[in-house]
Structure formats: C-alpha cells, structure tokens
C-alpha cells in the first residue's frame, strides 16, 4: 500500500521520535453538542509541545462529520473514526466508506475493537478487508488486538494475537511504519477497571513487536507504534506509557472527560 497524501506523511516517524500517541475513543456517547462542548473545554488546555505527543480522538460518525465544520477541534488533535466500511461504495445501507471518512478531514480508523470482533461479532476477514480499504484511501488503521482472559488462560495469548495480526495484515506492504498503528488491548482489561500489569504489557508487546518485524520486515515493522489499551486513567497512565515497549495508549472511559483526557496528554509529555 503506497502513502498517497502529505496527511499521511505528516504523521510520520513517531517511533524515530520516541512519540506518544494518546488516543481517545469515545465509544457510543456524546452528541453533537456534547462533542463540540468537549473540545472547547479540552482547547483550554496546554497544548503538547513539540513533536513529543500526538492526540487523536474517535468520536462516533455524527460528530466527527459535525466537527469537520465546527472550528472547535484544536489544531493539535487529529480525528479518526471507530470504524470504515469493508467496501468502496455501493449499495451497503448503514455503511459509511473511507473516502467519506477522509472527507472529514479525519487521519485515522480504529479497526478490530475488541467490542466490534465481540460484541457486534466481525470476522477476521471483513477486519482484513477494512483496513485494506483504508490503506488505499490513506487512512491510518489502528488495528486492535488482544485476547480474551479465557483465552490468556489456556495460554493461548500468541495463538490469538497472532492469528489476528496474520489475517488483518495478510498481503499488506507498506513502506512506512507510520502508515499503521497497533493497539494491543486484552479483553479482560477494556472498560472494567482491571489494568493489565507492567510486566504483561511488555510481554504482549514485545511479541507483536517481533511478529510485526516478521510480517512486515524489520524497519517497518519496527517502527510501527504500538499503544497499550483497557482501564487507563491518570492514576495508572505514567508507569504504562513509560514502559519502553508502549508508544502509548487507546483510552474509552478516561478519555470521555476533557480534564482527564488533558490529564493523559500531560503524563505523555512528561514520560
Ligand atoms: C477502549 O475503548 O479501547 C478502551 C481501552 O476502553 P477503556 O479505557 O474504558 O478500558
């Protein structure tokens, strides 16, 4: 997949920089109105300086089209939707395309959330197929990954991510690490207040840094930024985001408060 647009390539080279990302899903809340009161409350904030912190938020569809025309994004967030579409264009009722998420002006694309392989129940192959599609509409995938605690159980932590990883990114080349975002978030973790400890987190990490290198090549696959998600908050985000295998994190709950979410854009700034 070639980059096509300077959008692209103005989000590189976060791994060279050591960058942290601190990302926001909103999941399924905020209106219009409530979307545009949180960023002008979180434009109050400091902004990151320098290069050292990249904020994105996903906001569901409605707001991210709404905040495409509002003025009250600040400069230094980027947006991106929670999902894409598996097609181009055509007669799919309820879908909406990555050309149309572009149009937003919106960079980046959550796919595989553990609540869309699980809860809304995505195969693997349709995730293959959305983050194809976004690629070739110069959309960054984050593409999230993680076991269930069953599955962590029985010890099958690199069967699961693995497997996840092999078919979302199968035939995928790319010649820029900044063209993809891994997030590794065990299901056990997301929205229920138990944090993965350090140690798991480095070790999950570590084997999806290596698999990458293995499908992708060493230097992309290297520099493929990997974020950490499920249960992050301001009491916890210092020593995560400070672990050298994280690049930062994919937040739900914590990020839905303007104060928090500035809270965690200070913590990456300062590890
Ligand atoms: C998420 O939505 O990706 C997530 C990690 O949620 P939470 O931070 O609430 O666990």
Same mark, same amino acid.
């Given at each position: ?45 400091? *902004? ?10 996903? *906001? ?17 967030? =980027?947006?991106?939707?929670?999902? $894409?579409?598996?097609? $181009? ?50 959309? @960054? ?19 699961? $991510? ?17 063209? =993809? ?52 908050? *301001?009491?916890?985000?210092?020593? @995560? ?29 300062? $590890?």
């Amino acid at each position: 997949m070639k980059s096509d647009s300077g959008r692209v390539s103005h989000v590189s080279r976060q791994k060279e920089n050591n960058m942290k990302m601190v990302a926001g899903n909103w999941k399924m809340f905020k209106t219009v109105e409530e979307a545009r009161a949180y960023f002008v409350e979180l434009a109050t904030a400091t *902004p990151p300086q320098g290069d050292k912190v990249r904020v994105i938020v996903f *906001p569901n569809y409605i707001a991210l089209g709404a905040l495409a025309t509002t003025g009250s994004v600040p400069a230094w967030v =980027l947006l991106g939707a929670q999902d $894409v579409a598996a097609e $181009v264009e055509g007669a799919f009722t309820g879908e909406v395309s990555p050309a149309m998420i572009r149009s937003t002006g919106a960079t980046h694309v959550l796919i595989g959330h553990s609540e869309r392989r699980h809860i809304i129940g995505e195969s693997a192959d349709l995730l293959h197929r959305k983050l194809i599609n976004s690629l070739q509409a110069s959309l @960054i995938p984050v593409l999230c990954v993680g076991e269930t605690l069953e599955e962590r159980n029985a010890g099958k932590i690199e069967e699961v $991510v693995f497997g996840q990883l092999d078919t979302a990114l199968s035939d995928v080349q790319l010649c820029d690490g900044a063209q =993809l975002v891994v997030a590794y978030e065990p299901v056990w973790a997301i929205g229920t207040g138990v944090n993965a400890t350090n140690e798991q987190i480095e070790e999950a990490h570590h084997l999806i840094r290596q698999h990458l290198k293995q499908l992708l090549g060493t230097a992309i696959g290297g520099s493929v930024a990997i974020l950490y998600g499920g249960s992050v908050k *301001p009491a916890n985000f210092a020593s @995560i985001a400070g672990l050298p295998s994280v690049d930062g994190g994919l937040i739900g709950g914590a990020s839905l408060k303007p104060s928090a979410f500035a809270e965690l854009i200070a913590i990456a700034e300062q $590890v």
